[in-house]
């Protein structure tokens, strides 16, 4: 298929190599150096330091929320986010199957159990539309938030994941999700940069959860942070995170089981320079997306852009063949020709650890993971 190899062409060239082209590599462009020899020098390079400050503010800013708070990976910030939305252990948490494994492991980690309710063809992320249907069959709602009327359980949160960086339906998943009473934790991990009619995802819900692992849009090794609106909610973040020590000049007193999450002043050195460049990443990312959509529309392929009302940060750019066959070759082709290509994750209830969890019809999950296939992404130099 010819299509296929003008494909793997037009990424070389745009990438300018002709070595291995991944997915995503991180780019150490600004003051990187210069920040981590910081901490370095002044001996603070674990949990107390100048740049977890920093870091949090200038997040809070960029995500347009009242508080940020700095922790170890995007996969313990959900797990607290969803503890400090009111998730306890014996509950139920509406998520997508369409997404990474973290997100079903931080549900699990609290003690709840994942629902998988299916996504929306055009984002790729959770359907309103199917949760409200979920919810008309197996909702009731009682005094203190909703229960699912077949398992006595409650569903305590509702998670949705902007997959790759492109927003889901926020308004119409606010208004279900206001409607029954349960909360919104927004893994907010892959779209940092990514707006909503105007507003930045991870503002929009109780609380919204970034990740800095290796191959996101901006990262520092490892790390995460958590947002919300709610400033009492944040200060408790911040405590939980950090063994829930009592502020005192020399004693050690803890008020309830902690967790030591915190990110380390090393890491916040390395995310404070990696925020000062997001504009520019952004920018050349999208100039990018727009090379692409040109070129493989011009192919007859389909490259998958922002919607109308969104912007996108193009994280994980992504084309969709026609079929599971067409993209089994597309990924044989591209990767035998050192030009990085995947498919979109497994479902989450093919995973064994998930099997037995409830979920709906799933049919845009499943027509989704037969075609989409991530693309070389990074920032050009
Ligand atoms: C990256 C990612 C996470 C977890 O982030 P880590 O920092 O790697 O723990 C969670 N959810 C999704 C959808 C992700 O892509």
Redesign the pocket.
């Known amino acids: 298929m010819s299509y296929f190899q003008n494909s793997i062409d037009f990424i070389r060239e745009k990438f300018a190599s002709n070595e291995f082209i991944p997915l995503h590599a991180p780019v150490f462009s600004g003051n990187e150096k210069k920040y981590v020899l910081d901490t370095l020098d002044s001996t603070f390079v674990s949990s107390v330091g100048a740049y977890v400050d920093q870091a949090e503010q200038v997040m809070a800013q960029i995500s347009q929320t009242q508080k940020a708070v700095a922790v170890v990976?995007?996969?313990?910030?959900?797990q607290i986010a969803l503890q400090l939305a009111g998730v306890q252990r014996g509950d139920e948490v509406i998520t997508q199957a369409l997404?990474?494994v973290?997100?079903a492991n931080?549900i699990h980690y609290t003690g709840a159990e994942p629902i998988f309710i299916d996504v929306d063809l055009d984002t790729m992320g959770l359907s309103p539309k199917a949760v409200e249907e979920f919810l008309q069959e197996f909702g009731e709602k009682r005094e203190n938030g909703t229960y699912n009327k077949k398992t006595g359980k409650r569903i305590a949160a509702c998670v949705p994941?902007h997959t790759f960086g492109f927003p889901v339906h926020l308004e119409a998943l606010l208004r279900v999700c206001e409607e029954w009473n349960i909360p919104i934790v927004e893994?907010a991990?892959?779209s940092l940069g990514s707006y909503y009619k105007g507003k930045h995802t991870g503002s929009f819900g109780k609380l919204g959860?970034f990740?800095?692992?290796g191959?996101?849009i901006v990262t520092c090794g490892?790390?995460?942070m958590i947002v919300t609106q709610d400033e009492e909610l944040g200060q408790l973040g911040k405590h939980l995170t950090t063994t829930a020590k009592v502020p005192h000049p020399y004693e050690y007193v803890h008020d309830q089981v902690g967790y030591n999450f915190r990110m380390p002043n090393l890491n916040a050195a390395l995310i404070c320079a990696q925020l000062e460049q997001l504009e520019m990443f952004l920018a050349n990312k999208r100039a990018l997306a727009i090379e692409y959509a040109t070129f493989f529309e011009g192919q007859g392929m389909k490259f998958r852009k922002e919607l109308e009302h969104t912007k996108a940060n193009y994280w994980l750019m992504c084309i969709e063949l026609e079929n599971s066959k067409e993209r089994n070759a597309f990924l044989k082709l591209s990767n035998e020709n050192k030009v990085m290509t995947r498919p979109i994750w497994q479902l989450m209830y093919r995973l064994s650890m998930y099997q037995h969890c409830y979920r709906d019809a799933q049919k845009n999950a499943e027509y989704l993971e037969e075609r989409i296939v991530n693309i070389p992404s990074s920032v050009r130099g």
Do not use: P
């Open positions: 990976n995007g996969t313990s910030g959900l997404t990474f973290a997100t931080a994941m893994d991990a892959e959860v990740s800095f692992n191959n996101k490892g790390g995460g």
